[in-house]
Every structure is written in C-alpha cells, then in structure tokens.
C-alpha cells in the first residue's frame, strides 16, 4: 500500500505503519482465542490450551478519488491489506 512516497506491506509493525501513513480514520479492535489441543505423551486426557490473538483493523481514507484500505493486524503484525470502494 502506498502512503504518499512511503510503501507499506504486509509484515510490517503498526509502529511502521503509523510512522508511514499516520492515524488511520478509524480503528476496530476485538480479542480472539484460538484453541490449541494439547496431548501429553502417556495420558489418556487431552487439554485445550486457548491463546489470546488481538486483531485490529485499520481503514484509511485517502480522498473520493482515491480507494479506501482496511489493514488487518494480528498481535501488532500488519497480516492483510484489503481495497475497499472510495473514499469520501
């Protein structure tokens, strides 16, 4: 995604993205827990062991003529960049 001459990709830090495109219109945050199961060597049981993944999604706004982007971050880590319609 390009912000003015900066370039973001995926990969990227939301620190880099911030540094690069600025404060984005705005902001959704939610928590996810992905269920992992655990089985010990020589049980009969198994555990489920949930860990917490913070997902955030970004939408920039960069003008009518131009198309909006929603940014999904997992645990701070930019994982997709969508195009959506025009901007306002």
Known sequence: MRCGSR???EG???FEVLTKCGE???VDERVEYGVTR???PRHNLSLDYGEPL???EWTYD???RKF???LRFEN???EQIRVLDYGH
């Open 68 to 70: 909006k982007r929603l």
């Open 54 to 56: 913070v997902i955030e």
């Open 38 to 40: 655990l089985y010990p």
């Open 12 to 14: 990227a830090f939301k």
């Open 24 to 26: 984005p219109a705005f």
């Open 7 to 9: 370039i973001v990709n």
């Open 62 to 64: 960069f003008g009518p």
């Open 76 to 78: 701070g880590i930019l």
